[in-house]
C-alpha cells in the first residue's frame, strides 16, 4: 500500500552492503532523506523505496549504460568510455564494474515495475556549472557544513542543513538538483543519446 508519494529523487548509488546508498527525494516542495543500512542491500532497499512512494522520475549517480563499441559497434570504438565519460572526465564505466551492472539493472527493474523514468546525473559537474567551490568537495567531512550553507543560498526547494550527515547526503541532495534541472527542461547533456547521456 503506498502510504504517501514523492515526485522527483536524487540517488548517491553505494556499495550494495556498506550503508552509504542515499535518496534525496522531494515531498511537499521540501527535501526528504533516506539511507540504505550496513550489511543490507542497497538495491532492495532501492525498489521498497520506490514501491511505496512512487516518484516519477530518479536521478542515479551511476553509470546506466556501457561505451557503444559493447553494444552498438562501428563507428565506436573505445572499450573504457563512453564519450560522456570523456566529456566530464568520468570514471570508467568498464572501472566501476559490478556497480555499473547494479545501476543497469535497477533502471530495468524500476522502468518495468513502477514505469518510473531514470536518468543518469553526475554531482561532481553539477558544483563546477554552479562555480561553486570544488576544491574542498568530497575532501574533509568538516568541510560538508561550509558548502551546504552556500547551497541552501541557491537550492530550489527547502531543507535542513543538519540532514545532510555526509558527503552522500550532499551528493544525493545534488543529483535530486540536476533530476529537477532536467523536469523544468534547463538542464545540461553531455554524449550522445544513441550510447547514453549524463545530465547535469
Same mark, same amino acid.
Given at each position: 500500500?503506498?502510504?504517501?508519494?514523492?515526485?522527483?529523487?536524487?540517488?548517491?548509488?553505494?556499495?550494495?552492503?556498506?550503508?552509504?546508498?542515499?535518496?534525496?527525494?522531494?515531498?511537499? !516542495?521540501?527535501?526528504?532523506?533516506?539511507?540504505?543500512?550496513?550489511?543490507?542491500?542497497?538495491?532492495?532497499?532501492?525498489?521498497?523505496?520506490?514501491?511505496?512512494?512512487?516518484?516519477?522520475? /530518479?536521478?542515479?549517480?551511476?553509470?546506466? &549504460?556501457?561505451?557503444?563499441?559493447?553494444?552498438?559497434?562501428?563507428?565506436?570504438?573505445?572499450?573504457?568510455?563512453?564519450?560522456?565519460?570523456?566529456?566530464?572526465?568520468?570514471?570508467?564505466?568498464?572501472?566501476?564494474?559490478?556497480?555499473?551492472?547494479?545501476?543497469?539493472?535497477?533502471?530495468? !527493474?524500476?522502468?518495468? !515495475?513502477? &514505469?518510473?523514468?531514470?536518468?543518469?546525473?553526475?554531482?561532481?559537474?553539477?558544483? /563546477?556549472?554552479?562555480?561553486?567551490?570544488?576544491?574542498?568537495?568530497?575532501?574533509?567531512?568538516?568541510?560538508?557544513?561550509?558548502?551546504?550553507?552556500?547551497? !541552501?543560498?541557491?537550492?530550489?526547494?527547502?531543507?535542513?542543513?543538519?540532514?545532510?550527515?555526509?558527503?552522500?547526503?550532499?551528493?544525493?541532495?545534488?543529483?535530486?538538483?540536476?533530476?529537477?534541472?532536467?523536469?523544468?527542461?534547463?538542464?545540461?547533456?553531455?554524449?550522445?543519446?544513441?550510447?547514453?547521456?549524463?545530465?547535469?
Amino acid at each position: 500500500m503506498i502510504v504517501q508519494s514523492a515526485t522527483l529523487a536524487g540517488i548517491d548509488f553505494g556499495s550494495q552492503l556498506a550503508g552509504t546508498t542515499v535518496i534525496a527525494f522531494l515531498q511537499n !516542495q521540501a527535501v526528504c532523506f533516506a539511507q540504505s543500512s550496513k550489511k543490507k542491500s542497497a538495491d532492495t532497499f532501492i525498489l521498497d523505496w520506490v514501491e511505496n512512494l512512487r516518484p516519477t522520475l /530518479i536521478g542515479i549517480d551511476a553509470p546506466l &549504460s556501457l561505451p557503444g563499441v559493447y553494444q552498438l559497434g562501428n563507428p565506436y570504438e573505445d572499450y573504457h568510455f563512453r564519450e560522456a565519460d570523456r566529456l566530464l572526465k568520468a570514471m570508467s564505466p568498464m572501472f566501476l564494474g559490478g556497480l555499473t551492472a547494479r545501476a543497469m539493472q535497477l533502471k530495468t !527493474q524500476l522502468s518495468k !515495475q513502477f &514505469s518510473t523514468q531514470i536518468i543518469e546525473v553526475y554531482p561532481a559537474q553539477l558544483i /563546477i556549472t554552479l562555480q561553486l567551490p570544488a576544491t574542498y568537495y568530497k575532501k574533509k567531512h568538516s568541510e560538508i557544513a561550509p558548502m551546504v550553507a552556500q547551497l !541552501q543560498e541557491l537550492y530550489p526547494f527547502s531543507f535542513s542543513a543538519e540532514s545532510v550527515l555526509t558527503w552522500h547526503h550532499l551528493d544525493a541532495l545534488l543529483a535530486l538538483w540536476s533530476t529537477w534541472r532536467y523536469q523544468q527542461g534547463n538542464s545540461l547533456c553531455f554524449g550522445n543519446q544513441e550510447e547514453g547521456v549524463i545530465i547535469v
